[in-house]
Structures are given as C-alpha cells and as structure tokens.
C-alpha cells in the first residue's frame, strides 16, 4: 500500500537546460531547513556522469547529493529514482532507485517511460520521502516546455501534478534572450499548467540590477506572474555541481613554476569531474583541463580522470596522440596519477568479454603492471581507507566512493590503499586481496585508485601537494592551507543561499507553506521566520 502524501510541494522548472535550477532548488532548501523546516529534494529523472554514491550504496545524481546536504540529510536514492548515465549520443545506462536496471538506446527509453516499472520508481520514491517531510523542493529537468517530449514526460509536469505542486519557473539572463525564453515557455505549457506557477526567478544577471527594473515590469505586466527578483552572478562560488565543468576557462590556467602544475585530460565521456575541485582551490595550484597534448605540457601531474566508456576514451586520448606524452613525462620524473576508468587506462590491458561497453579489449598504456576485465555487476559503495606505499603519504586516510565495473588484478606493483570499512560488498576487492584498492609504480610517480573523492580530505591533499612542493625545491605549506579550502567548501552552501535570499523576494512562495497545510506535520511558518534566515 503506498504511504499516503502528505508534504508541501514546490517545484523548480526552467525555461532551458543549465538555467540554474539546481542550485535554486539547493538554496531553497538550504533556507527551509535553516528556517527549522524537515524537508527533502526530488528529481525523477536526472542525465548526468557526474553522480554519486549515497550512505546505502545507491548511485544518485551528483547534483541531489548536494541538494540533500543542503537539507541537512543524508542523500538517498528516493531523491533522484532515475539516472542516466550517457554512453554515447544516443545510449545511456538507466539506474532506476540506485541501481542499473538496463542500458537502452534514446528511442526505446523514450518508448518505455511509461512503463510501469519506471513509473512506479518515480511515484514510490516521492510517496517516501513525501511521508517523511514536511516540504519537497523538485527540481525539473531541461526545459518546462518540451512539447516534443511532453506525452513520455517524467520529470516535469507529471511529477508536478503527482505532487500538486506550485513552480518557480527559471530563466537565464546570462545567454541572452530572457523575455523569449519566459513568455514562450509560459505561451507552449497548457493553460493548468500555466496556472500553477507562482512566480519567476530571472538567473545569473551581470552588472548594475537595477538596470533591469524595466524588464521586471514588463515581465510582470506580459505575464501577469510576479517576478520574485534578479540573482546576480555569483562568481567563485564552490559548490560541487553536476554540469559545471567549464572546459574553456580550464584551458585558460597558465601554468607557473611557482605553483603545482596539473593536467586533467579531458576525455569525451569524462565522470565525476568533481573530484579534482578541491585541488583545483588550493593557493598553490593551477589545474588545466588539457583538450591536445599541448594543454599538458609543463604538468608537474598529469591525472586521467574516470569516465563511463573506458575503452573508447582510452581510444581517443591515443588518437589525440596523449601516450607519447605521458611516457615522456614520467621519464622526466613527472608524476602521473589515475582515478578509476584513468586507473585502468594506465595498465597493460583492458578486456570487455561481457560487452558492457560493447565487448573487445585494448591494450592501456602499460604505465602500471596491472589487468582489468570489466563486468557487468557495477560495484558502488562509501569508503575509508588508509595509504599504504605511497611515500610520506602512508600516515593519511582518504574517505570516498567507489563507481565502477571493472576488476583489476596488480601482477607486480604494489597496491595505494587499504579500506578501512568492515562490510564492503565482497567484489568491491581486488582479485585475491581483500580490502586493496589500486597500484602504485617502484619510485611512486605513477599510481591509480578506484577511490573518487580521493583528494578531498584535507591532510592526504596537503602532504601529497607537499610531496610535489619538495620534488620543485619549494617549501611544504602548512595543512591549515587545505583545511581552509574545505572550510571554504563547507562553508559555500551558506554562502549561496544567504546570496539568494538577498536577491529575491520569496513571500509569496513562503506563504504556501502557512496556508497550505496538509496533515498535523506541516504547521506553517514557525516564529521569527525572516530572522532565522
């Protein structure tokens, strides 16, 4: 029997894809939750390689993770019920409640969003959490009025009807065209459709605010739906979002001899590119994304990042002509460094029997004495571990997640890490060695892990950028340098919501929570509401 609905639905829909409905949804709940309200994000059906992986060990979208730390709750796979994860223009793998449920080409997933299966993750999910909270913030995808899509629509409208949701519809004023975009989306959604929203959110505006009074008004006027305000672009602001790799501004970082140089290789189907945010905020470092070869040169480190289709991006960054780089780097006593799908690239051979990105096998570039046979069981799972071999790093744990479907057996080097964690799933360990992640080359330049996250706890990133500091004859900085990143990092959902709340006037959306009250939970607007923000 389904539990019965019983929280306070408010949704963020956009006039576009990357409108900034993300981190709209994450500084409303940011707000509800500081303002004593138990409340909970939700996206049915989310595109993303950049995800995660929650305390149960389902694999969610990476952008709901931090919606649900806004909320001040663990994530769970109820927020997000469907993921896609591309493989390609036109296959992606479909997780359904944290799980791989099927790899389907565009045209049959779109035939099957109806299916029952399908369906019924979605309404379940949401009956879950809507049982649990008092307020659901969801989140739309793409844009609000996908006329072409709208009779396999699952994200959007029939969510919002499911929920009996209000919306805030967002526009991006920094792409230009922002009258269009609002009038035209209100213009192609139905008329009930259309009278649920209660208000627009115009996004990422540059420059005096006050200059777009007029536009406000008229808006308003066109529209008949009050604007509740102009958010200004925010820059630097360091939250770890899903779809914010700024590729050409990454190749943009001049590299410097008095800074660590390092190099991510971008592959076409890059994977939790979040990894390297942190080091990308440290004082000391310049991180270029390197798109040829030439990108790379001057890297103190190169890392391969992980991606969803190992053999094809090994292929491609072959093709691009990055193996004779990376060999004349380590010659010359650079470092090189692999994160899952770039851990596997490093060793002799990668085999796909199973075709779990379409069978064959390829030779990797032989930098590492280790195998890996992909399988179509995917391992997902939260983690600790401790260094092991890695020199002045062994006394420094990391904590993070693995994603990933292949088995990778060392036939000589030495593994990177021990897990700390007593119940991992018995094949998230390597081949005859419990609880061993990765490998690591005789003189440490060169290593690999499964472990994303692996660069996030402050102590590991400082003695290993000390590590690189000594090989350039620079003195070590004190760890207190990393933890002010992290602080930074914790310290930015704050940071964004007060930003939010300062630039749109959100009475009108806040009175619903006074006035529609649904069960004995829900009480309305506690005392002070305002002051609390």
Not at 140 to 145: D, R, T, V, W
Not at 334 to 349: D, F
Request: charged share 25%; glycine share 10%.
């Amino acid at each position: 029997m389904p539990h019965p609905v019983r929280a306070i639905a408010i949704a963020i829909l956009g006039t576009a894809s990357d409108v900034g409905k993300s981190l709209i949804t994450a500084a409303v709940c940011r707000l509800l939750r500081r303002a004593g309200f138990r409340v909970a994000p939700f996206k049915a059906q989310n595109m993303s390689l950049n995800s995660f992986v929650t305390p149960e060990g389902g694999e969610i979208g990476r952008a709901q993770a931090l919606q649900a730390e806004a909320c001040g709750i663990p994530p769970h796979v109820d927020m997000n019920p469907i993921l896609l994860k591309p493989e390609s223009n036109s296959r992606s793998q479909v997780i359904v409640q944290g799980r791989v449920w099927a790899t389907l080409d565009a045209q049959t997933y779109l035939a099957r969003t109806h299916d029952s299966d399908l369906s019924r993750a979605v309404r379940e999910s949401y009956e879950r959490l809507a049982a649990q909270y008092e307020v659901i913030i969801i989140e739309g995808a793409g844009s609000a009025a996908e006329v072409n899509l709208r009779d396999r629509d699952l994200v959007n409208w029939p969510v919002v009807e499911m929920a009996d949701a209000r919306v805030v519809l967002v526009a991006d004023i920094d792409r230009g065209g922002v009258f269009a975009q609002v009038i035209g989306t209100l213009d192609l959604i139905a008329p009930q459709e259309r009278a649920r929203v209660c208000g627009i959110v115009i996004n990422k505006f540059r420059g005096d605010v006050t200059l777009f009074a007029d536009g406000v008004r008229f808006l308003t006027d066109r529209t008949g739906i009050p604007v509740f305000g102009v958010v200004p672009f925010l820059r630097d602001l360091t939250l770890d979002q899903e779809d914010s790799l700024d590729v050409e501004r990454g190749r943009q970082v001049h590299f410097s001899a008095d800074h660590i140089n390092i190099a991510v290789l971008l592959v076409p189907h890059l994977s939790n590119f979040t990894d390297f945010n942190a080091l990308a905020e440290e004082e000391d470092v310049r991180l270029r994304y390197a798109v040829n070869p030439g990108d790379a040169e001057g890297a103190d480190v190169i890392l391969l990042p992980g991606t969803k289709t190992t053999l094809a991006d090994l292929g491609y960054l072959r093709d691009k002509g990055f193996e004779p780089l990376l060999h004349r780097h380590v010659e010359r006593g650079g470092e090189v460094v692999g994160i899952c799908g770039g851990y596997q690239m490093l060793g002799r051979q990668i085999a796909d029997p199973d075709g779990v990105e379409g069978g064959g096998m390829g030779e990797g570039f032989g930098l590492l004495q280790v195998t890996t046979v992909l399988k179509r069981e995917k391992i997902t799972e939260q983690v600790q571990a401790q260094a092991l071999h890695v020199s002045e790093l062994t006394a420094f744990s990391v904590r993070g997640y693995l994603i990933h479907v292949g088995r990778t057996q060392r036939h000589d080097h030495r593994p990177c890490f021990r897990f700390h964690a007593q119940e991992l799933h018995p094949v998230a360990t390597e081949q005859g060695e419990r609880g061993l992640d990765g490998a690591v080359s005789a003189d440490g330049l060169v290593w690999g892990t499964y472990i994303h996250g692996v660069f996030d706890q402050p102590a590991f990133r400082r003695a290993w950028l000390n590590r690189l500091r000594t090989r350039k004859g620079r003195p070590a900085l004190a760890q207190m340098v990393s933890a002010l990143v992290n602080d930074q990092r914790r310290d930015a959902l704050d940071h964004w919501a007060d930003h939010v709340a300062q630039h749109l006037e959100l009475g009108p959306l806040m009175a619903l929570l006074q006035y529609r009250e649904r069960s004995s939970h829900s009480q309305g607007l506690p005392p002070g509401f305002w002051s609390n923000f």
